[in-house]
């Protein structure tokens, strides 16, 4: 997903945005060897941005780097999601906790902020899975950003990339915000009341989805708590 700022990014950044976005959605498959001079084209970029972008995503591992052979997009599975769902569980309730400590007013407005932007968009019906996935990704960045701890927030950073990407490749459904709209509201609350115990039980309400539920069919496009991912 691309940032939803529309502050003007380097090249590089253009070219990684453009790639991760491409890899997560599976429009890159996995395996894929990366063609830099297609990239280029596509991008708008020279080959110094996309090389740089590539050394990005292969730190991520999103894309894996072969000496002699260039870069390939790197495998994923449906089992792969279950494992990093487990690994994001703790690590996410670990920034709840200490965002919920540590967050400032600052934060907390732009979380409210981004609340709003939610709220319109589902009152307004949005079905594009970009849109959904961009706020939810921002509001995972903000609080593991808000928890004060780098390294925890570019762990968080890599985790959310690779979660949905396995969805993506897996074809299992994708959480939009008709169903997370209340969570997103739940959890600034439980930010706002600077309680980790109360931030950690929001943080874990928000994330447990039961292996039944990613797999079960979708009937309807619209008003759906769940939203089947399209090739």
């Not at 976005?21 to 894929?32: M, R, T, V, Y």
């Not at 991008?43 to 110094?48: A, D, F, I, K």
């Not at 008709?178 to 509201?185: A, G, H, S």
């Not at 959890?187 to 706002?192: N, P, R, S, V």
Request: hydrophobic fraction near 45%; charge should be neutral.
């Amino acid at each position: 997903m691309l940032p939803l700022s529309n502050k003007k990014m380097r090249l590089s950044d253009v070219a990684y945005h453009g790639l991760r976005n491409a890899i997560i959605k599976a429009e890159l498959l996995p395996g894929l060897p990366i063609d830099e001079k297609n990239c280029m084209d596509m991008l708008g970029v020279g080959r110094t941005p996309l090389r740089e972008a590539l050394q990005r995503l292969a730190q991520e591992d999103l894309v894996l780097a072969v000496p002699q052979r260039g870069y390939f997009v790197s495998s994923t599975s449906a089992s792969d999601f279950f494992q990093l769902q487990e690994f994001r569980l703790q690590a996410e309730v670990m920034a709840a906790r200490m965002a919920a400590v540590r967050i400032s007013s600052g934060q907390l407005d732009a979380f409210a902020s981004l609340i709003e932007e939610a709220r319109i968009g589902v009152e307004a019906e949005r079905m594009d899975i970009e849109w959904h996935l961009g706020i939810d990704e921002q509001m995972h960045r903000l609080i593991a950003e808000a928890s004060g701890n780098t390294y925890l927030a570019q762990a968080l950073t890599r985790l959310y990339a690779l979660s949905v990407r396995s969805l993506y490749v897996s074809r299992l459904p994708v959480a939009l915000l008709f169903e997370d709209l209340k969570d997103m509201v739940e959890i600034h609350a439980a930010l706002e009341s600077r309680d980790p115990n109360i931030a950690e039980a929001a943080m874990r309400g928000h994330l447990r989805v039961s292996a039944t539920n990613l797999i079960r069919s979708v009937e309807a496009p619209t008003r759906q708590v769940r939203a089947e991912v399209k090739k």
